[in-house]
C-alpha cells in the first residue's frame, strides 16, 4: 500500500502509542509508522531511565500522567496481544523531588494543584525527610514533595509492546525515512521516502522525536524542539542506603535504584544543542559524583560502571510538549514531540492525538494548552518550579 489514511512518521514510543490508540478509536482506519531504524540505536526512547511522575504544576501534564501512569500498571493487560503479554518491569517506588529553602512555596502550591487532581502526594520538612530517608543530607533541604504512586519501567519493554500491539491490531510498521512533506497541491497529501518512493495521506503525525524540525521544515512549519544532548550513568556504592524513590534534587540531579545499583545523571540545561552522541567520560566523576556524595554521603565511595548519552526533544519555547496541529496553514499534519520527558506522557499524548484526528477534539483530558498556537503566537506555557 501506498495510501493510507494516517501516515505516522517516527516509530518511537510516541508514534507508536498514537498508532495504537488511532486503532483502538477507529479499528477500520488505515495507519502506517515510518521508522528508519528498527534497531532504535539513537532513538531517545530506548536511552531514557523510563520515570514516570505525577510530580507537575501544568494541570495537564497531571493529568496526562495520572493516565498514563495507569495504564503502564495495566500495560501487560492492555497491550496483550494472543494471550501474551509485555513485561514492562514497572516499579511502584514513588518520586522524591527536594528543594531549596526558596522553593518551598512553590513546592507547596505545585502539592495543592496535584492533589486538586486525584494525586497522592507527602510534604516533608527537612526533619520528616531525614526521618524516611536517614541516608540523606537534608542540611540545604527546603522542603520534599514524595509522590508513593509514582515511579519506572522498562523503556524498552513499553516501546516493543506498543510495536507488538500496533502491528497486531493492524498498523503498518514501514522501515524508510521521510525526507519532506509535499504541499505542493496547496494541502499536505504525501510524505517523500529516502528510498525514493512517496506515501499518500489524509492525515500526518510528526512523531520524530528531537528529528521532528527537519520533517516539517519542507512545509515551512516552524519548531522550537532542539537536540539536547544528556548523560545516564550506571553506579554502585559498597555502603547500603534505604530503599529509594527517583530522586530530584537541587540542579537536576536525577537518579533511581536499578537493580542492585542505580542509574541516572545530573542534567546539564546549557549543553550545545546538536546531535551529537559522545559520551564524556569524566563527566559522571566531575559533576554527578559530588552532588550525589553531597545529598547521600554513602555515595562516597562510588564506582561508575557505564556511562552513555541520549537526546532530549527539547522544546525551546517553554519546555513542554507540542501536541497538535497548525490549523490556518497545515491542519492534516499533527505535532506530537518536545516532550523531554516524554516516555511518562505517552500513552496521554498518544491518545490525544488520536482522539483528534478520528473525533475533530480533544476528548478526554483537553490538551489545547499545549498546542501549536502558543508557538505561532510566542506564549510560552511552562512548568513552575519543575524541570
Ligand atoms: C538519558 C535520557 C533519560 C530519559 N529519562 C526519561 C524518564 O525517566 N522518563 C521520561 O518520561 N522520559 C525520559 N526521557 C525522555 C524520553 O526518552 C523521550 O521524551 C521520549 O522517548 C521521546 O519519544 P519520541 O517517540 O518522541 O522520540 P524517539 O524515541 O527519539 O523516536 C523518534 C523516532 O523517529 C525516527 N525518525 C527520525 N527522523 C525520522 C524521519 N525523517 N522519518 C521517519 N522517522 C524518523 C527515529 O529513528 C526515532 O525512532 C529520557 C531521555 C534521555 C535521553
Known amino acids: 500500500m501506498t495510501s493510507y489514511d494516517v501516515c505516522i512518521i517516527g516509530g518511537g514510543i510516541m508514534?507508536?502509542?498514537?498508532?495504537?490508540?488511532?486503532?483502538?478509536?477507529?479499528?477500520?482506519?488505515?495507519?502506517?509508522v515510518v521508522e528508519p531504524d528498527p534497531s532504535y540505536e539513537f532513538s531517545s526512547t530506548l536511552r531514557a531511565s523510563g520515570g514516570a511522575r505525577r510530580l507537575f504544576s501544568g494541570p495537564e501534564n497531571i493529568a496526562m500522567s495520572n493516565f498514563s501512569i495507569d495504564f503502564l500498571t495495566r500495560f501487560d493487560v492492555e497491550m496483550a496481544?494472543?494471550?501474551?503479554?509485555?513485561a514492562i518491569d514497572w516499579q511502584e517506588q514513588g518520586y522524591l523531588f527536594l528543594v531549596p529553602p526558596t522553593g518551598v512555596a512553590?513546592?507547596?502550591?505545585?502539592?495543592?494543584?496535584?492533589?486538586?487532581?486525584?494525586?497522592?502526594?507527602?510534604?516533608?520538612?527537612?526533619?520528616?525527610?531525614?526521618?524516611?530517608?536517614?541516608?540523606?543530607?537534608?542540611d540545604d533541604v527546603g522542603a520534599a514533595a514524595l509522590s508513593p504512586r509514582d515511579g519506572w519501567c522498562d523503556p524498552n519493554g513499553v516501546l516493543q509492546g506498543f510495536l507488538r500491539k500496533a502491528r497486531a491490531t493492524g498498523a503498518a510498521i514501514i522501515r524508510d525515512r521521510v525526507a519532506g512533506l509535499d504541499a505542493s497541491s496547496g494541502v499536505v497529501r504525501s510524505a517523500t521516502l529516502a528510498s525514493g518512493g512517496s506515501?499518500?495521506?489524509?492525515?500526518?503525525?510528526?512523531?520524530?522525536?528531537?528529528?521532528?524540525?527537519?520533517?516539517?521544515?519542507?512545509?515551512?512549519?516552524?519548531?522550537?524542539?532542539?537536540?539536547?544532548?544528556?548523560?545516564?550513568?550506571?553506579?554502585?556504592?559498597?555502603?547500603?542506603?534505604?530503599?529509594?524513590?527517583?530522586?530530584?534534587?537541587?540542579?537536576?540531579?536525577?537518579?533511581?535504584p536499578e537493580g542492585a545499583g542505580y542509574t541516572g545523571s545530573l542534567v546539564n540545561s546549557d549543553e550545545p544543542r546538536g546531535f551529537n552522541f559522545d559520551v564524556d567520560h569524566g563527566y559522571f566523576e566531575n559533576t554527578v559524583w559530588?552532588?550525589?556524595?553531597?545529598?547521600?554521603?554513602?555515595?562516597?565511595?562510588?564506582?561508575?560502571?557505564?556511562s552513555w548519552s541520549g537526546l532530549y526533544e527539547q522544546c525551546e519555547l517553554d519546555g513542554n510538549a507540542i501536541i497538535g496541529n497548525w490549523r490556518e496553514r497545515h491542519p492534516n499534519v499533527y505535532v506530537i514531540a518536545?516532550?523531554?520527558?516524554?516516555?511518562?506522557?505517552?500513552?496521554?499524548?498518544?491518545?490525544?492525538?488520536?482522539?483528534?484526528?478520528?473525533?475533530?477534539?480533544?476528548?478526554?483530558?483537553?490538551l489545547t494548552r499545549l498546542g501549536y498556537d502558543r508557538v505561532l503566537n510566542n506564549t510560552p506555557y511552562r512548568e513552575l518550579g519543575i524541570l
Not at 496481544?81 to 509485555?86: L, T
Not at 518536545?338 to 478526554?364: D, K, N, S, Y
Request: hydrophobic letters at 45%; charged letters at 20%.
Open 338 to 366: 518536545g516532550f523531554g520527558h516524554g516516555l511518562m506522557h505517552a500513552p496521554a499524548a498518544g491518545r490525544g492525538i488520536a482522539e483528534m484526528i478520528v473525533h475533530g477534539a480533544f476528548q478526554t483530558i483537553d
Open 106 to 138: 512553590l513546592l507547596e502550591a505545585n502539592t495543592r494543584t496535584q492533589r486538586s487532581l486525584g494525586v497522592e502526594v507527602i510534604l516533608m520538612d527537612p526533619s520528616a525527610l531525614k526521618r524516611r530517608f536517614p541516608s540523606i543530607n537534608a
Open 290 to 306: 559530588p552532588a550525589l556524595a553531597h545529598r547521600f554521603p554513602a555515595f562516597e565511595a562510588t564506582k561508575c560502571h557505564r
Open 15 to 32: 508514534g507508536l502509542s498514537t498508532a495504537v490508540f488511532l486503532k483502538r478509536l477507529d479499528p477500520a482506519i488505515s495507519v502506517c
Open 199 to 256: 506515501l499518500d495521506a489524509d492525515t500526518f503525525v510528526v512523531a520524530a522525536g528531537a528529528w521532528s524540525p527537519q520533517v516539517v521544515a519542507s512545509i515551512g512549519m516552524p519548531l522550537p524542539i532542539t537536540p539536547m544532548r544528556r548523560f545516564e550513568h550506571y553506579f554502585t556504592t559498597r555502603t547500603p542506603i534505604e530503599p529509594l524513590p527517583f530522586v530530584k534534587d537541587l540542579d537536576r540531579l536525577a537518579f533511581r
Open 81 to 86: 496481544v494472543d494471550g501474551e503479554a509485555p
